[in-house]
């Protein structure tokens, strides 16, 4: 079993609306924190947002603010990214991450490399 899998990417223009899931096994959610992390080509890699299992407690980078919003269901074992209004810089490979010891600040702000699960990444493309 992969730890997490992501998925939802695509194609979409302007303006338009796509929702990445991220599928958990193998390790009990409720004591993760769970993020999306982002990278663009050529740019660094950037914490979107990020969720405390346990609470619900969130995090939103500012350039997303407002128009993505994450949640979960704890019985699906299934986090999601539901991002409206999208633009052309929102292009990237998105990841889902996990780990039972960061917090959502940390975990978005830092992005550090040592997470306990990384997936493997979906694409969204925001073009014309």
């Known amino acids: 079993q992969v730890p997490v899998v992501e998925s939802g990417g695509g194609l979409v223009q302007p303006g338009g609306s796509l929702r990445l899931s991220c599928a958990t096994s193998?390790?009990?959610?409720?004591?993760?924190?769970i993020g999306w992390i982002r990278q663009a080509p050529g740019k660094e890699r950037e914490g979107v947002s990020c969720i405390t299992i346990s609470d619900g407690s969130t995090y939103y980078a500012d350039t997303v603010k407002g128009r993505f919003t994450i949640s979960r269901d704890n019985a699906k074992n299934t986090v999601y990214l539901q991002m409206n209004s999208l633009k052309p810089e929102d292009t990237a490979v998105y990841y889902c991450?996990?780990?039972?010891?960061?917090?959502?600040?940390?975990?978005?702000?830092?992005?550090?490399?040592?997470?306990?699960?990384w997936g493997k990444g979906t694409l969204v493309t925001v073009s014309s």
């Open positions: 991450v996990a780990d039972q010891h960061y917090t959502i600040q940390a975990m978005c702000k830092m992005v550090p490399g040592g997470m306990d699960y």
């Open positions: 193998g390790f009990t959610l409720e004591h993760y924190t």
